[in-house]
T-cell receptor, first 113, second 114 residues
Framework: DQQVKQNSPSLSVQEGRISILNCDYT??????FLWYKKYPAEGPTFLIS?????DKNEDGRFTVFLNKSAKHLSLHIVPSQPGDSAVYFCAAISGGGADGLTFGKGTHLIIQP | EPEVTQTPSHQVTQMGQEVILRCVPI?????FYWYRQILGQKVEFLVS????????KSEIFDDQFSVERPDGSNFTLKIRSTKLEDSAMYFCASKSQGAGETQYFGPGTRLLVL
């Protein structure tokens, strides 16, 4: 049962253009969402997060949008840079405390020069 | 910038052997986690630890797994009798109480069971 879905295994974007990574979830109890970036042989690196009480959060080149009614979130990277090439994971959690994150399968973003 | 560290980076073991994976969470963090990622699959939650006890665990975390915080800095995951299917990357993460829900991950230990 995939509670967090990233339906695009890979995405290729030209350098300088916008990258849009999508994530859908099924569990309406999720109230906090995070994006992590991962290079091969490294651990996930936190990028940006959003609480369910917001619909947008921006940090530099990264913006996350949340559409609760559609149970959909997206990560926008603009402009895309070569160093952005990595696997991006969407993760979600419900409640506070010690709950574990539920991850999607990831999207491999490739930035073309 | 503080970071989560993990040792060893790689471990090869024979099936049936015990392994201990070690983690040093970020200082002052109070919540600790173990996750694993089997090759080609998603990152999966194993267990969380708070106030010197297990808080949550997934169905993956069966009796062959245990966690411990033996001192004020280390957090360990023990697999008592490894199986071939335990081969995976194991990630430790930590979170500061009051810092929202952001968990910070270590670089991982690649475990290969032969």
């Amino acid at each position: 049962d995939q509670q967090v879905k990233q339906n695009s295994p890979s995405l290729s974007v030209q350098e300088g253009r916008i990258s849009i990574l999508n994530c859908d979830y099924t569990n309406s109890m999720f109230d906090y969402f995070l994006w992590y970036k991962k290079y091969p042989a490294e651990g996930p690196t936190f990028l940006i997060s959003i609480s369910s009480i917001k619909d947008k959060n921006e940090d530099g080149r990264f913006t996350v949008f949340l559409n609760k009614s559609a149970k959909h979130l997206s990560l926008h990277i603009v402009p895309s840079q070569p160093g952005d090439s990595a696997v991006y994971f969407c993760a979600a959690i419900s409640g506070g405390g010690a709950d574990g994150l539920t991850f999607g399968k990831g999207t491999h973003l490739i930035i073309q020069p | 910038e503080p970071e989560v560290t993990q040792t060893p980076s790689h471990q090869v073991t024979q099936m049936g052997q015990e392994v201990i994976l070690r983690c040093v969470p970020i200082s002052n963090h109070l919540y600790f986690y173990w996750y694993r990622q089997i090759l080609g699959q998603k990152v999966e939650f194993l267990v969380s630890f708070y106030n010197n006890e297990i808080s949550e665990k997934s169905e993956i975390f069966d009796d062959q797994f245990s966690v411990e915080r033996p001192d004020g800095s280390n957090f360990t995951l023990k697999i008592r009798s490894t199986k071939l299917e335990d081969s995976a990357m194991y990630f430790c993460a930590s979170k500061s109480q009051g810092a929202g829900e952001t968990q910070y991950f270590g670089p991982g230990t690649r475990l290969l069971v032969l």
